[in-house]
């Protein structure tokens, strides 16, 4: 249903893009007809002697049916492309919407290499779609229909068999074509998306799979996924390949039976042999254009397989949801876990009866081994995922009570894995405040100690930084991530690991700068690294999923009864 409203939105573009293919195969049949007429006049006028043959009105009409034939061709792809390209991105920014709440449950359920196969392959398996089946599909039925009206006056007793041909070519066939193209599509989209998750899974581990010894059995279950898209992807050639010998098998009959027919009327003088011969060209001319209908046809199987796995992973249910009647969230107020418990699944208790406060404006560190739970804090906070019993309350309100796009403007995570992306300093900025000036990014810059590194960069604020900040250290990337972070303007920081990855000189150096650059804001900071005296306000100690006594913390563990 969301394909369809997605559709509709974009139908605008996509009519037009149909109208001129249609424009496009009319002008195309109709310039095959008349240069065979002409043709074929001009050299009935020679062998007769005739004096004079107006070759200027069919010349003419020749070059102005090539011209628009290429300008209409020309913006058709051009419509085209660009609806598709609008509609992937409108499904895309809808599908990563859907997934945010489902992000605790997808990570438990789905292989990391699979979930990248969805939000990638698989929505780009859907651009063949309008491109080369439905819209071509529905031109050619309006271009054929023109076609038949045509020959109605000037061969009426071929009408029958030329329109049960093309009817056959162009619309049943396709629907045989698709029901047989499901299964390889099924098989080609497993097969790619298993492979894809087996090479993402191999990349990511191959340091454990050298020290394991199990490098070559990795790579043998690649090769298997491998052979078997090779396999479904050649299943899938067959079925196109038959669709094309099928396609010329009916132009072949077509044609026959509107030789027949109109050598017949020719015999009679009931119909000129120009006309004859620029009506079986412009039977040619839309015959030929069938073929790849036909060939991309089977590809559907695919799209409709890689549409069937987007919506399974869409339609899972939602681990929380928003409340029928949210309540407003305070702006400021005390953030207090009360005796907050959670499991993944039972009898997989992350935490147990945990109690604590964090004042307005106050910085806390949560430590603790890994598996601790700590992370875990950070997710129910943004409410990723609800807790178990008891409750977590902002300003005394539970946040199980009030929007989800009310609490993440409140509370603003910077996670372990904050990607650098793409782009440039701007862009990454901009995620964190689209609408900021450079001014507001240059102040966020400052607070991090980024700004001279930035400025010392050939262009600046516009300076390229590559693929996951390639350009920059881990410290510099670490920097910039938390400056988009704090861009955001909540009054509440979560920080899940900020410093991992950076070397101990680096990660010191962060610290320092960190209670400057978030002051004012509630801070909660989840890390394993040492913290430099004054980073934080008091510290933390979790282990097993409870508050522990920790030794060295900077201040008095403060429970909430």
Partial sequence: MMFARLFLARSGRFALALLLATVTLLAGIALFAISGWFLTGAALAGAAGAMSFNLFAPSAAVRGLSMLRIAARYAERVTGHDATIRLLADLRVWLFRRLVPLAPLARRSFRGGDLVARLTADVDALDTVFLLAIGPSLALLLAGGSLVAILHFLLPDAVPAVAAVALLLAAVLPLVLLRLARRPGEAATAASAALRTGVIDAVEGHADLRGLGVIDGARRAVMREADALAAARLRQAALSASGAVIAQIGAGLALLALLWVGLGALEAGTLTGPLLVGAALALLGLFEMIGPVLRGIPRLGQAAAAARRIRALVGTALPVADPAEPVPLPEGGTIAFDSVSYA????????????????????????????????????????????????????????????????????????????????????????????????????????????????????????????????????????????????????????????????????????????????????????????????????????????????GAPAPIRLRR
Wanted: glycine share 12%.
């Fill in 344 to 551: 993944y699944e039972p009898g997989r208790t992350v935490l147990s009866d945990l109690s604590f406060t964090l004042e307005p404006g106050e910085r806390v560190a949560l430590v603790g081994p890994s598996g601790g739970g700590k992370s875990t804090v950070l997710s129910l906070l943004l409410r990723l995922d609800d807790v178990g019993s008891g409750a977590i309350r902002i300003g005394g309100v539970d946040i199980r009570e009030v929007a989800q796009a009310d609490l993440h403007r409140h509370v603003a995570l910077m996670a372990q894995d904050a990607p650098v992306f793409l782009g440039t300093v701007r862009d990454n900025l901009a995620i964190g405040a689209p609408s900021a000036d450079d001014a507001v990014f240059w102040a966020a810059l400052e607070s991090v100690r980024l700004a001279d590194v930035v400025r010392a960069m050939p262009g600046g604020l516009d300076a390229w930084i590559g693929e996951a900040g390639q350009t920059l250290s881990t410290g510099q990337a670490r920097r910039l991530a938390l400056a988009r972070t704090l861009l955001r303007r909540a009054p509440v920081l979560a920080l899940d690991e900020p410093t991992s990855g950076l070397d101990p000189q680096t990660e010191a150096a962060f610290f320092r700068d960190l209670a400057a650059a978030t002051a004012g804001r509630t801070v909660l900071l989840v890390t394993h690294a040492g913290l430099p005296a004054g980073t934080v306000d008091r510290t933390l100690h979790i282990a097993g999923g409870r508050l522990v006594a920790g030794g």
